[in-house]
């Protein structure tokens, strides 16, 4: 008998199971080359283990051992409860051990242990149950894990990987990740153990739409050679801020994970969104950043699961982490629709993404099929404009409309920047200060001359140029009605007219004009090939 206090063996993970007072009881006896363990037991406060050990003659030996953990919850926050072990073990007489256990616990927990181990240590043993996928979670965060996977493998060699074979099915999970603002939904798979490596299938739905499958081998050891392939069924992809598409195509990983594989793609895109946000700073200015003070446990638990760091993260060292190859071609030969801030715009082209991960080098950019920005219920047509990639994912945009005012300067009305923030500006022949050039644009007279209802006026445009106004009554009814484009016109003569615009299919696009006389007029445009 033994009792013992706050030990440690200076491992966290161990030391947890056997703090407090602890109590040792064996009672043995030995009869000949047999020896019995009649009862031990070991107890702590969070861990206990007991059973017997019975001699059977010739070395044998048959018993039964019942363990117990007080509180999973020690491991991981994802469940909390009790775990409990129990069944039958025995001592073979030619050396070895066989055993026959069963393990229930919180959260859908069972699993089923049977077979032996050999005295030098090979084993030859069946495992199936169930295990909450959360049990995960601890590596995995701030991502969040959800669901039931059930196992059915066998251990037959010595324990290592390369042992293990059998499957692993999940049906109905979930994985959401608050960095991406997505989640993945019902999600089922089955990886397939086979010596050291791991078949992948895994099918699951993208919480804002669509859906994606992966499949391939994926080695379990250094340095961990893959060849999967990465299916996008229209999935939808949004920031609510900025821009929402429709992506599908394939994307391949070929190479070691560990650094090194190869990451290839096509990818094309339905139709694009871009809304050129308005400012969302006030007349305070910027909101200061908020600063946690003594948060509890609970606090930063949920900070950290949302990715709120409670201190600046360190800069990233240049060079660290596993770099990958890049060779993703992205096509949209039409229907990238930039709109806000007075802007109405259509985009078309393909561009790649090559050069690495920790360098990525983007090639190519959407070109302006049609378009127009707005002020002051005037419209000019977009001449020129074009949307790439500068180093992130942010699109930058630089559209021009060029126009002749009524003084006769020609006027070039200019939105560049990345589409979160991009700037206008106004450039003239003769150059001209802007906002001279603005009021010859938009009221024919120069600024001295406009009236103060014209100056307020003038103020506004500037106001939704900047972004400090709404997407419009026009915007917001086009969108309400399901057009790709809906304006209110006027031909040279003045008259008002309405165009409407639609899809029809992936390549033909067509308007319909109606003048205030009756007139109409159709535009039917047919995209023979996708360049």
Do not use: C
């Amino acid at each position: 008998n033994a009792t013992t206090s706050a030990l440690g063996i200076g491992n966290p993970t161990v030391d947890q199971l056997l703090q407090g007072q602890g109590r040792i009881a064996l009672d043995a006896a030995k009869s000949g080359d047999d020896i019995t363990l009649r009862t031990f037991e070991v107890a702590f406060p969070q861990f206990s283990l007991a059973g017997n050990l019975t001699a059977a003659g010739g070395g044998a030996a048959n018993g039964t051992i019942d363990a117990r953990l007080a509180d999973i919850g020690l491991f991981t926050d994802a469940l909390s409860g009790p775990v409990t072990a129990a069944g039958q073990v025995g001592r073979m007489a030619a050396g070895g051990y066989s055993l026959n256990l069963n393990a229930t616990g919180p959260g859908g927990i069972t699993a089923t242990a049977a077979g032996q181990v050999a005295a030098n240590g090979v084993l030859d043993v069946d495992l199936s149950g169930n295990a909450p996928l959360g049990l995960a979670n601890p590596y995995l965060d701030p991502r969040r894990l959800d669901g039931i996977a059930g196992f059915n493998l066998s251990v037959n060699g010595p324990p290592a990987l390369s042992s293990v074979s059998g499957t692993i099915t999940t049906s109905g999970a979930r994985l959401a990740d608050p960095r991406l603002g997505e989640a993945l939904t019902d999600i089922g798979a089955t990886v397939t153990l086979s010596g050291d490596q791991a078949q992948i299938a895994l099918t699951g739905n993208v919480l804002t739409g669509g859906a994606i499958a992966v499949n391939g081998p994926v080695a379990l050891t250094a340095p961990f050679d893959a060849a999967l392939a990465l299916d996008l069924n229209n999935v939808v992809l949004r920031d609510p801020n900025l821009y929402e598409t429709t992506v599908a195509g394939q994307v391949t990983v070929t190479g070691p994970l560990a650094g090194g594989a190869t990451i290839f793609g096509r990818l094309a895109l339905e139709e694009t969104n871009v809304q050129v946000p308005s400012s969302g700073v006030g007349a305070l200015g910027e909101l200061p950043e908020v600063t946690h003070l003594n948060p509890s446990a609970p606090v930063r638990l949920t900070l950290n699961r949302a990715d709120v760091a409670l201190t600046p993260a360190p800069p990233a060292v240049a060079g660290t982490g596993p770099v990958y190859p890049l060779d993703i071609r992205v096509d949209a030969p039409n229907r990238i629709f930039i709109r806000g801030r007075g802007l109405d715009a259509e985009l078309g082209g393909s561009l790649r993404l090559g050069g690495t991960t920790a360098d990525i080098v983007p090639v190519g950019q959407f070109d302006l099929q049609r378009g127009r920005i707005s002020i002051l219920q005037q419209r000019f047509e977009l001449t020129e404009g074009s949307a790439s990639l500068q180093g992130d994912f942010i699109p930058y945009i630089r559209l021009v409309a060029t126009t002749e005012a009524a003084t006769g300067t020609v006027i070039n009305i200019v939105v560049e920047g990345p589409a979160n923030a991009p700037e206008v500006t106004f450039q003239s022949v003769p150059d001209l200060p802007q906002d001279e050039v603005l009021s010859q644009l938009i009221f024919g007279r120069d600024i001295s001359e406009i009236s103060p209802l014209q100056a307020v006026q003038l103020a506004a445009a500037v106001g939704t140029l900047a972004g400090r106004g709404g997407g419009g009554l026009i915007d917001n009814f086009r969108a309400g009605i399901g057009l790709d484009d809906f304006d209110v016109t006027t031909d040279e003569s003045g008259n008002a007219a309405v165009r409407a615009g639609k899809y029809l299919t992936d390549n033909v696009y067509t308007d319909v004009t109606i003048g205030s006389d009756g007139s109409t007029e159709i535009n039917l445009n047919l995209d023979i090939t996708d360049e």
